[in-house]
């Protein structure tokens, strides 16, 4: 089945500490996204990228980093300038043609900074 | 900037219908989306406006009025599995990639 595989689901951290969110998606997608959730808000765009080896800042990119090496591939890293990095955080791809007005959503990636 | 405003929280009972309104303040989109989210999971696509009107897809419809601001979602016979929050977002949308601005979703619980 075709979709987007998140990890890891949850993931600890110590403050200061630098990680990485994996983001996989088998849906030959050009375009992958990662959004923040906190809770009772919606979701803020933190990067995207229209196609391999480009990539664009979001609405909150700050502390952030992203890399797109590969179409199937989008990690996010959390950087320690991330001032409250604790949050859900969800990736999402779209295609072109019939349904590219569409985002598919991966199970996301629970962060908790202790 | 943008802006959208929905309730914060509806409640009904099973088998009636609801109608969850986003207002939003925006210079200029390509459409109206909306999206559902069971706690904890992954939003899902529901409908998408693009033109002013009404959209249906089985029990959800969806509306959009861009000389009011306005859009709703319209559940109908309300199921307990429709117990979710709900997302509008507008599409604004520059070059292949989505471009999604969010509001800040709407908890339903629906009742027995």
């Known amino acids: 089945d075709g979709g987007i595989t998140q990890s890891p689901k949850y993931l600890f951290r110590k403050e200061g500490q630098n990680v990485t969110l994996s983001c996989e998606q088998n849906?030959?997608?050009?375009?992958m996204y990662w959004y923040r959730q906190d809770p009772g808000q919606g979701l803020r765009l933190i990067y995207y990228?229209?196609?391999?080896?480009?990539?664009q800042k979001g609405d909150i990119a700050e502390g952030y980093s992203v890399s797109r090496e590969k179409k199937e591939s989008f990690p996010l890293t959390v950087t320690s300038a991330q001032k409250n990095p604790t949050a859900f955080y969800l990736c999402?791809?779209?295609?072109?043609?019939?349904?590219?007005?569409?985002?598919?959503f991966g199970a996301g990636s629970r962060l908790t900074v202790l | 900037g943008q802006s959208l405003e929905q309730p914060s929280e509806v409640t009904a009972v099973e088998g009636a219908i609801v109608q969850i309104n986003c207002t939003y303040q925006?210079?200029?989109?390509?459409?109206l989306s909306w999206y559902q989210q069971h706690d904890g999971g992954a939003p899902t696509f529901l409908s998408y406006?693009?033109?002013?009107g009404l959209e249906e897809t089985g029990r959800f419809s969806s509306f959009l009025s861009r000389s009011d601001s306005y859009g709703y979602l319209l559940l109908q016979e309300l199921q307990m599995k429709d117990s979710a929050s709900y997302f509008c977002?507008?599409?604004?949308?520059?070059?292949?990639?989505?471009?999604?601005?969010f509001g800040s979703g709407t908890q339903l619980t629906v009742l027995p």
């Open positions: 999402a791809s779209s295609g072109r043609g019939v349904g590219a007005n569409v985002l598919t």
């Open positions: 849906l030959n997608h050009d375009a």
């Open positions: 990228s229209q196609i391999v080896n480009d990539f």
């Open positions: 925006t210079s200029g989109f390509y459409g």
């Open positions: 406006n693009a033109l002013d």
């Open positions: 977002a507008v599409d604004l949308t520059s070059g292949s990639a989505r471009q999604l601005t």
